[in-house]
């Protein structure tokens, strides 16, 4: 009798793990532009432009869905850094008509020619800590596999690597980067003329009037290069130098990668807007993230706002 009631319960587990998983009921089911920031400070910028707001909690996060420069949109926080961005993202997939992902954050630049404020809308976006890591012999680095032609060059043990992919339509990849949606990107460099950013930073209340901090230079939207992205907080100028030397980087981040891979396995349409807050390393005392990560997400949230407002639907 105790075997068959232990069959009988194996034979019951299976049937469980073997059901086909049932989808989510979606929370909402208009098509959506999904406007992605990471964190407070981006999200900020742009809640209060939202009309007709509706608030839905999951996982302890707020999505709100509404009006944004009179396209339907989805807001979010996605959360910091590389593996919250992935599961929200696919969360965000799953539970709600997502037509298009629009990125709007701040990053560290990369590229020597940018400057802080600027906002950068790259052609791809690669996880530049997904590598090998290298044994140390006489005679020099030896990776443990085998290095993929056509990789970006290592630093020192730090052997960059492909991601392997799969999606409906391109079956199984191996990737360094991933590509942004070419209209959306064609729309981007339309748009990118027209927009008037901020390049001062308002005189705290403590301050005297006019003690305001300026940049000496108005900000500009620039398109096209690659974005990289790890969990990291990056402000170190030799890795700097080597990621611009290496991958070709202009900006780096903690989520646009992670998003863009999400994005990638569901053929979603996706664009990052990424302004500057600082200079990953090459600032020239101190990070200036703290000083200006609040300009850098009002200047990418007027971008995405034009954006949005150009978009046909």
């Given at each position: 009798?105790?075997?068959m009631?232990?069959?009988?319960?194996?034979?019951?587990?299976?049937?469980?793990?073997?059901?086909?998983?049932?989808?989510?009921?979606?929370?909402?089911?208009?098509?959506?532009?999904?406007?992605?920031?990471?964190?407070?400070p981006?999200?900020?910028?742009?809640?209060?432009a939202?009309?007709?707001?509706?608030?839905?909690?999951?996982?302890?996060m707020?999505?709100?869905?509404?009006?944004?420069?009179?396209?339907?949109?989805?807001?979010?926080?996605?959360?910091?850094?590389?593996?919250?961005?992935?599961?929200?993202?696919?969360?965000?997939?799953?539970?709600?008509?997502?037509?298009?992902?629009?990125?709007?954050?701040?990053?560290?630049?990369?590229?020597?020619g940018?400057?802080?404020?600027?906002?950068?809308?790259?052609?791809?976006?690669?996880?530049?800590?997904?590598?090998?890591?290298?044994?140390?012999?006489?005679?020099?680095?030896?990776?443990?596999?085998?290095?993929?032609?056509?990789?970006?060059?290592?630093?020192?043990?730090?052997?960059?690597?492909p991601?392997?992919?799969?999606?409906?339509?391109?079956?199984?990849?191996h990737m360094?980067?991933?590509a942004?949606?070419?209209?959306?990107?064609?729309?981007?460099?339309?748009?990118?003329?027209?927009?008037?950013?901020?390049?001062?930073?308002?005189?705290?209340?403590?301050?005297?009037?006019?003690?305001?901090?300026?940049?000496?230079?108005?900000?500009?939207?620039?398109?096209?290069?690659?974005?990289?992205?790890?969990?990291v907080?990056?402000?170190?100028?030799?890795?700097?130098?080597?990621?611009?030397?290496a991958?070709?980087?202009?900006?780096?981040?903690?989520?646009?990668?992670?998003?863009?891979?999400?994005?990638?396995?569901?053929?979603?349409?996706?664009?990052?807007?990424?302004?500057?807050?600082?200079?990953?390393?090459?600032?020239?005392?101190?990070?200036?993230?703290?000083?200006?990560?609040?300009l850098?997400?009002?200047?990418?949230?007027?971008?995405?706002?034009?954006?949005?407002?150009?978009?046909?639907?």
């Amino acid at each position: 009798m105790r075997a068959m009631t232990v069959l009988a319960g194996a034979l019951a587990l299976s049937a469980t793990l073997s059901a086909p998983a049932r989808a989510a009921e979606k929370l909402d089911t208009v098509p959506r532009t999904l406007v992605m920031t990471a964190y407070e400070p981006e999200w900020n910028a742009l809640v209060h432009a939202v009309q007709q707001p509706t608030a839905y909690q999951l996982n302890g996060m707020t999505y709100m869905t509404g009006v944004l420069e009179g396209k339907p949109v989805l807001l979010m926080q996605s959360g910091v850094s590389m593996v919250n961005a992935a599961m929200n993202t696919q969360l965000v997939i799953d539970r709600f008509a997502v037509k298009r992902i629009v990125f709007s954050g701040i990053a560290g630049g990369v590229d020597p020619g940018l400057s802080i404020g600027d906002v950068i809308v790259a052609e791809n976006w690669g996880q530049y800590l997904e590598v090998s890591f290298a044994r140390q012999t006489d005679g020099g680095w030896l990776p443990p596999e085998k290095v993929t032609t056509g990789a970006p060059g290592n630093w020192e043990f730090m052997y960059p690597r492909p991601v392997r992919v799969s999606n409906a339509a391109q079956g199984t990849q191996h990737m360094f980067t991933f590509a942004m949606d070419p209209q959306l990107l064609d729309l981007a460099r339309k748009v990118a003329p027209t927009v008037k950013m901020e390049r001062c930073v308002a005189a705290a209340a403590t301050q005297r009037a006019g003690s305001e901090l300026c940049l000496p230079h108005d900000p500009k939207v620039v398109v096209g290069g690659t974005g990289v992205s790890a969990g990291v907080f990056a402000d170190n100028a030799k890795f700097r130098e080597y990621l611009h030397a290496a991958w070709k980087a202009r900006v780096l981040d903690m989520e646009s990668a992670a998003v863009a891979q999400v994005a990638y396995a569901n053929q979603v349409p996706t664009i990052v807007f990424r302004s500057l807050s600082d200079l990953a390393g090459g600032d020239r005392e101190k990070n200036m993230e703290d000083t200006f990560e609040h300009l850098a997400s009002v200047n990418s949230a007027h971008v995405v706002r034009a954006f949005l407002t150009a978009l046909p639907d």
